[in-house]
């Protein structure tokens, strides 16, 4: 093929599902609007423009923006039959899962910039770079969400990765704030080295990056290979081990955990709740749909027992993973003093949690059609993952209600100390109601959007005791290790509503109809209504997961 060809072919598209180059800068619009948003503060701010116009109005702008055109391109494609499109001669794919994520990350955007606005980090003289930071990492996180190849899976975890180190360290001046920033660089340097030589030697040995290459490859080569025998095999394993180091950093799981509670510790509590909540989505959203890929959808190549065997035993080692990460979280958790650090082990437990879904969706996925055993649903697959996507949805109001509490009762009384916030309901009722909707809701407690969180991703463990019994210890471990949470989410909760404040402690002024008020009211609110009005959420989390099967 010549270069003509070539060109023609990144113009207009070279099979019926890879769109034409217009098409996909028109797909790449909300990302472009965001891009547009950076280079416009930046602007404002070089002609003094951020001084008639305060930077978090661009930012809030961009960032509404942005969810809007993800909302008309998920109603064009629920108008039309669901096919997925490859963009950028097939770096990304654009599927209802991708719009899922990427709504998903425009909406916590804004969310995250008006509680900046509300606790006042940052001042209008660091606003152009903190904003500038804060998008550039959530375009990241959207590129995460919609690879479809080895290098843009590198690509977008760095980019959300490096603004990610530099908002740790935003507090300039606190020693805290930059040893944390530093452990996280190195850490996040570390692993994403050993995940590009995973990369790397993944591409060299397969002769292809494109995920949906990659299961023909996969099939190909351990097909009539002696196991780990073959030096093909074991370094195909290899590989994939490395690629697994960057996800299990970006998750914060067990072993690759220990920038976590640091980092949460030494930034805002503002980007705690950012990092919590939006690397966590990307991440899940990438791995998601690498490992799918590996299992054969999409490919034509789904269902031959060599991928079967890779996709369970993928499934349980991500099972034994989850339930080292999620008992380490929550037992780490349990003797923190530091509501910032207790948070943050929460973050890393919830990350297990969550990963159990994934490992029962593998699991699940591994089942060939003329299996012996019938499940208890013939959509296991999809119902795991539809569970995993509530559960994101649902974690983002719940964490960014406890991060937003942190950071405006911090402003008043300039400690994160739990101990410090005894008494907080008898001078600011609506705060320590709040964080106890959102402690309650961690937890899992009925009626609150996170018992039907855990619901549905402990019944897709369930459902995957039917293929393998490695997944009942897996469900123990979830069901064990939320009752060992309770202790801690509750204490903080009695700390703020039942304990008396102390003599001479500072005190905490938030009127019900002020702004912070109403800000955490609404988000605590979404908290009670996604555990009451449940439907609506769950069929499109279910259209999204539908994307792959």
């Known amino acids: 093929m010549d270069f003509q060809a070539l060109f023609q072919q990144f113009l207009h598209g070279g099979v019926a599902e890879q769109a034409s180059i217009f098409d996909s800068v028109s797909i790449f619009l909300p990302e472009l609007v965001l891009s547009c948003t950076i280079v416009l503060m930046?602007?404002?701010?070089?002609?003094?423009?951020?001084?008639?116009?305060?930077?978090?109005?661009?930012?809030?702008f961009g960032g509404m923006t942005s969810f809007i055109l993800v909302l008309q391109q998920f109603w064009k494609l629920s108008m039309n039959e669901a096919v997925a499109t490859k963009i950028f001669t097939g770096l990304a794919v654009h599927d209802e899962f991708s719009i899922f994520f990427r709504g998903f990350l425009a909406f916590f955007l804004v969310f995250v910039v008006a509680l900046?606005?509300?606790?006042?980090?940052?001042?209008?003289?660091?606003?152009?770079?903190?904003?500038?930071?804060?998008?550039?990492?959530?375009?990241?996180m959207m590129l995460m969400a919609s690879a479809n190849h080895l290098l843009m899976l590198f690509i977008g975890i760095e980019m959300a990765s490096v603004p990610s180190y530099a908002l740790t360290g935003f507090l300039k001046g606190r020693r805290q704030s930059s040893e944390a920033a530093l452990k996280f660089v190195v850490y996040g340097a570390g692993s994403a080295g050993v995940m590009l030589f995973g990369i790397s030697l993944l591409a060299g040995l397969l002769g292809t990056a494109e995920f949906s290459e990659l299961a023909l490859r996969f099939d190909a080569v351990f097909t009539g290979r002696s196991g780990m025998q073959d030096p093909t095999v074991r370094y195909v394993v290899l590989a994939l081990l490395m690629i697994a180091v960057g996800f299990a950093f970006k998750l914060s799981l067990v072993p690759f955990h220990f920038w976590c509670p640091d980092a949460f510790h030494g930034a805002p509590a503002e980007v705690g709740g950012f990092l919590s909540i939006g690397s966590k989505a990307a991440a899940f959203a990438l791995l998601v749909r690498l490992t799918m890929s590996l299992g054969g959808y999409g490919s034509g190549v789904h269902g031959t027992n060599t991928l079967n065997s890779l996709s369970l035993s993928c499934g349980l080692g991500l099972g034994i993973l989850a339930i080292a990460t999620t008992t380490f979280g929550n037992l780490a958790a349990y003797s923190q003093q530091n509501i910032k650090r207790m948070l943050a082990y929460s973050t890393i437990a919830h990350?297990?949690?969550?990963?159990?879904?994934v490992s029962a969706l593998l699991v699940l996925q591994s089942v060939q059609s003329d299996a012996p055993f019938q499940l208890a649903h013939p959509e296991g697959a999809p119902r795991a993952m539809e569970g995993l996507l509530y559960y994101l949805s649902v974690y983002l109001f719940m964490n960014l209600g406890a991060f937003s509490i942190v950071a405006l009762i911090r402003n008043q009384t300039f400690s994160e100390e739990i101990d410090d916030y005894r008494g907080v309901a008898q001078q600011a009722p609506i705060l320590a109601i709040c964080m106890a909707i959102c402690m309650f809701s961690l937890v899992g407690i009925p009626p609150l959007g996170g018992f039907y969180g855990k619901a549905f991703i402990f019944a897709s463990v369930y459902e995957a005791t039917n293929v393998h019994w490695f997944m009942w210890l897996v469900l123990g471990a979830g069901g064990l290790n939320t009752v060992i949470s309770l202790f801690y989410y509750l204490r903080v909760a009695k700390t703020m509503c039942i304990d008396l404040r102390p003599a001479g402690a500072a005190e905490i002024s938030m009127p019900a109809s002020s702004s912070p008020a109403l800000y955490v009211m609404l988000v605590?609110?979404?908290?009670?209504?996604?555990?009451?009005?449940?439907?609506?959420?769950?069929?499109?989390?279910?259209?999204?997961?539908?994307?792959?099967f």
């Open 42 to 60: 930046l602007v404002a701010r070089l002609i003094s423009l951020d001084r008639l116009i305060p930077t978090h109005w661009f930012a809030i």
């Open 524 to 548: 605590a609110g979404m908290v009670v209504f996604l555990g009451i009005v449940i439907n609506p959420l769950s069929v499109v989390a279910r259209n999204a997961a539908h994307a792959f």
């Open 116 to 140: 900046t606005v509300l606790t006042g980090i940052p001042d209008d003289e660091d606003a152009p770079d903190f904003y500038s930071l804060l998008i550039g990492a959530v375009i990241g």
């Open 351 to 357: 990350a297990g949690y969550m990963l159990m879904a």
